[in-house]
C-alpha cells in the first residue's frame, strides 16, 4: 500500500511526538522529587510547573480536536504556573501521561481530508496542519526546557539524553557500519 503525503505527515508528527515526550521523560526520570519542584531562580520555571501548564494545554488542545475551540472555556492557564498542595509529583505525571493520550487519540484517527479542515485557536482560525505544528513546536520547546532543568540540578550525575560530548566521531562510525554492507 502507498502512503499518501498526508498518512506519511501524520506518522511523523506523532513520532516527532512521541520522541518530545521520551526526551522529557528520560529528563524527568534523572531527577529526585526536589529537583522536580525546584527552580532555578525566579524567573525559570519547575520541571513540575512546565508538566502542568502542558497536561493542562494538551487537555484543552486536544479534546474535541475537530470540533471546538481548542482553548475551553474552563481551562484556566495561569493556574498552570502555581503548584498548589495537591500537586504531587504522581499527580501531575498522571496529568501529563493523560495529556499525551488526548494527543495521540485526537491524531490518530486523522486522514488527508482532515488536513487542510479548519480548526479554531482561541477564536484564530487553523487548518489542522497549522493547530498540529502549533503544537508540536510547543512540546519540543517546553520538551527542550524539562532537559535544561533536569541537566542543571543532576549537573555531573548526568546521563546524556543523545551523544556524549566527544563522542561524535565514534557515533558516526558506528552509524556508517550499520549502514554499509559487511565485507
Known amino acids: 500500500m502507498t502512503k499518501t503525503p498526508g498518512t506519511a505527515y501524520l506518522e511523523d508528527v506523532l513520532f516527532e511526538f512521541r520522541k518530545s515526550r521520551r526526551l522529557a521523560e528520560k529528563a524527568m526520570d534523572q531527577v529526585s522529587d526536589l ?58 505525571v498522571a496529568r501529563w501521561a493523560a495529556g499525551w493520550q488526548l494527543v495521540t487519540d485526537a491524531i490518530t484517527p486523522l486522514g488527508d481530508e482532515d488536513l487542510l479542515r479548519m480548526v479554531v485557536i482561541r477564536t484564530e482560525p487553523h487548518t489542522v496542519i497549522q493547530a498540529i505544528n502549533r503544537q508540536l513546536t510547543h512540546y519540543a520547546y517546553h ?41
Open 143 to 183: 520538551a527542550g526546557q524539562i532537559v535544561l532543568v533536569a541537566r542543571h540540578f543532576r549537573a555531573a550525575e548526568w546521563k546524556t539524553l543523545s551523544i556524549a560530548r566527544g563522542q561524535s566521531e565514534a557515533f558516526n562510525t558506528e552509524m556508517l557500519k550499520k549502514k554499509l554492507p559487511p565485507r
Open 35 to 92: 529537583e522536580f519542584f525546584a527552580v532555578m531562580d525566579a524567573e525559570t520555571n519547575s520541571i513540575a510547573v512546565i508538566v502542568k501548564h502542558l497536561a493542562g494545554n494538551m487537555r484543552s488542545r486536544w479534546t474535541d480536536f475537530l470540533t471546538s475551540d481548542g482553548e475551553k472555556p474552563d481551562r484556566n492557564r495561569d493556574t498552570e504556573f502555581v503548584i498548589e498542595p495537591a500537586d504531587t509529583r504522581d499527580s501531575l
